[in-house]
């Protein structure tokens, strides 16, 4: 073994044991993690990601909050998502993209979306999904060939939009068995969640649904079609009930507005167990002055709630 084979292995050890340390949680041990980290990462070596990393740590603040909820999970599903996401996407295959980028002159996706179908069980209002058909799909093989491409790159991390992508869910777990390395993570109106798909997920442990909810009962139903709040609120429940992670994708309109910027939406979610909110817009000039009022009215209800594990990203 020559000496940068020896040095990296010796690093990779020095991570990997800051993993494992991760389940022994305390809050006192938390700061120390970081120390081990840093003791082994070379100089330079995603300092940036590691000075943030340490300022949550030292604020406590929303981002500190999340870390601990993460903590409430399945103790499994927990080990996978330090292991595939801070690990192998974020440090490990981070490493290797900036390598393969800069000796190539090209961009390597941190994150790579792809659609496994555009078949849908919804006839959501506004959806462009549905101008496509049902016809449309990514069989298991070209899947998992675009999985393993993405791994030579560094690339551990998959995201799936649709169509509704559980309306394969059967190939979805299968990949994920296929690479338990990796993380998944699909947008999902939450309808076809249940109790059988809970356990799969448990069993593959690096599998997490985003799913859409666009308020309350009148406003999300209003869109998505009668009956489905009430589904979206089951599987939350399950996923909840089994420490199985996931997060709320929200698409504000006018009618939702009012919804989807409140406090008593806010706690709904945070009591359903969500981990993460995404919200986007369809920027349309006419309607730039009320979107960045959106946004605004959103960024301030993020640092009000910092007793609250959520994590607000605006997708504009």
């Known amino acids: 073994m020559n000496k940068m084979s020896l040095q990296k292995s010796i690093q990779n050890f020095g991570i990997k044991q800051a993993l494992r340390?991760?389940?022994?949680?305390t809050e006192e041990n938390i700061p120390k993690i970081m120390d081990?980290?840093?003791?082994?990462?070379?100089?330079?070596?995603?300092?940036?990601?590691?000075?943030?990393?340490?300022?949550?740590?030292?604020?406590?603040g929303n981002w500190y909050q999340l870390i601990l909820r993460i903590y409430q999970l399945d103790p499994e599903v927990r080990k996978a998502f330090f292991q595939n996401f801070i690990f192998n996407a974020s440090l490990k295959g981070s490493a290797l993209q900036e390598q393969l980028a800069e000796e190539n002159n090209c961009n390597i996706p941190w994150a790579i979306l792809l659609d496994p179908t555009s078949a849908c069980n919804l006839h959501c209002t506004g959806c462009w999904a549905a101008e496509y058909g049902h016809q449309l799909n990514l069989d298991l093989d070209t899947i998992d060939s675009i999985v393993r491409q993405g791994k030579e790159l560094g690339t551990y991390m998959y995201i799936y939009t649709g169509g509704e992508p559980l309306v394969r869910k059967k190939d979805l777990i299968k990949i994920c068995e296929m690479h338990p390395?990796?993380?998944?993570?699909?947008?999902?109106?939450g309808t076809l969640i249940d109790e059988e798909f809970c356990q799969e997920m448990l069993r593959v442990k690096n599998?997490?649904?985003?799913?859409?909810?666009?308020?309350?009962?009148?406003?999300?139903?209003?869109?998505?079609?009668?009956?489905?709040?009430?589904?979206?609120?089951?599987a939350m429940s399950l996923l909840k009930s089994h420490g199985l992670p996931f997060g709320i994708s929200t698409c504000y309109t006018r009618k939702n507005l009012d919804d989807v910027t409140s406090e008593k939406f806010f706690d709904m979610l945070v009591e359903s167990g969500a981990l993460f909110v995404s919200v986007s817009y369809t920027h349309l000039?006419?309607?730039?002055?009320?979107?960045?009022?959106?946004?605004?009215?959103?960024?301030?209800?993020?640092?009000?709630?910092?007793?609250?594990?959520?994590?607000?990203?605006?997708?504009?």
Not at 21 to 25: R, V
Not at 42 to 58: C, F, S, T
Not at 181 to 188: G, K, Q, R
Not at 292 to 315: F, G, M, T
Request: glycine share 6%; proline share 2%; charged share 35%.
């Open 21 to 25: 340390n991760m389940e022994k949680y």
């Open 36 to 60: 081990m980290v840093d003791k082994f990462a070379p100089d330079g070596w995603y300092e940036a990601q590691r000075n943030m990393i340490r300022k949550v740590i030292k604020e406590r």
């Open 181 to 189: 390395d990796c993380e998944f993570l699909s947008f999902t109106n």
């Open 207 to 234: 599998f997490v649904p985003a799913i859409s909810l666009e308020g309350f009962e009148t406003a999300n139903d209003g869109r998505r079609g009668e009956g489905v709040f009430d589904k979206v609120q089951h």
């Open 285 to 316: 000039r006419a309607h730039e002055t009320k979107a960045n009022l959106v946004c605004r009215l959103l960024l301030e209800k993020k640092k009000k709630r910092l007793s609250h594990a959520i994590d607000l990203q605006i997708l504009v």
